[in-house]
């Protein structure tokens, strides 16, 4: 629903956000519904004069829409969200949460400098400064933000991950839920199914065999693809090539 974009955070935040998104609904666009895929991300969202938490999703959450809104976003890359939010990532799970019920005063401060501009480029700097401080107090966990580079790829296994930067993989699972929001199994789930979905248009487009790219990806065959597709969008892996259209957790 509306045109979706993403842009670059500004240049010293790039370790710690993925990215920037505004969402724009034409006023002669009908209301409805943007399908917003899990992305492993947490995001900081700013939609009809409230600062939201959105997300970890572990499926497809629909998203209300309307005419004429624009709806703006700082998505945190995975692991990054439990030092910005002081909280394990965990519990905001699945949700939609005011920042201000979170994080006070510092959420609701924001959220009143927010309303006073309507430039996107002030409102994403401001965001983009809470997550600094934040983060840079607390400290980012070095051995979560490693691990999650190394997931979602084809031969990624949690148990070697593990072993390799020493660490059991009940002591990884536990410094995921706090910073990631969900065990390093399910993001490396997630991870793979959004490399998938960024090739979605070779199988629009018949320009790609579902079994070759699943294998491609590092699936075990096409009936792994297809049963981890239907978990997180609800969708077949052909009906998804055919719907996908890019969306923001917001």
């Not at 842009?7 to 209301?31: K, N």
């Not at 409805?32 to 895929?37: S, Y």
């Not at 979602?152 to 699972?173: C, H, K, N, T």
Request: net charge neutral.
């Amino acid at each position: 629903m509306g045109a979706y974009r993403e842009f670059a955070p500004a240049r010293a935040l790039h370790p710690l956000v993925a990215c920037r998104w505004v969402r724009q609904v034409p006023e002669d666009e009908r209301s409805g519904e943007a399908m917003v895929h899990p992305d492993g991300c947490v995001d900081l969202v700013w939609r009809d004069g409230r600062l939201l938490v959105a997300g970890p999703d572990q499926t497809v959450n629909p998203s209300p829409v309307r005419a004429g809104q624009t709806i703006i976003g700082l998505r945190l890359r995975p692991g990054v969200a439990g030092a910005v939010l002081g909280l394990p990532a965990s519990e905001v799970l699945d949700s939609r949460v005011p920042l201000a019920e979170l994080l006070s005063p510092a959420g609701t401060e924001l959220a009143e400098r927010l309303a006073d501009t309507d430039r996107p480029e002030e409102a994403f700097l401001l965001m983009e400064e809470l997550v600094a401080a934040r983060a840079a107090a607390a400290g980012t966990d070095p051995l979560v933000l490693a691990a999650t580079r190394r997931l979602g790829f084809p031969g990624s296994r949690v148990d070697q991950l593990a072993q390799a930067l020493g660490i059991s993989e009940r002591q990884l699972r536990r410094r995921f839920h706090r910073d990631v929001g969900y065990g390093p199994k399910t993001l490396d789930r997630v991870l793979r199914f959004r490399r998938f979905v960024s090739r979605a248009r070779e199988v629009a487009d018949r320009d790609e065999d579902i079994a070759w790219l699943a294998a491609d990806l590092g699936y075990a065959d096409q009936a792994h693809l297809t049963r981890d597709c239907v978990r997180l969008s609800g969708l077949t892996p052909t009906r998804l090539a055919a719907t996908w259209e890019h969306s923001s957790p917001d």
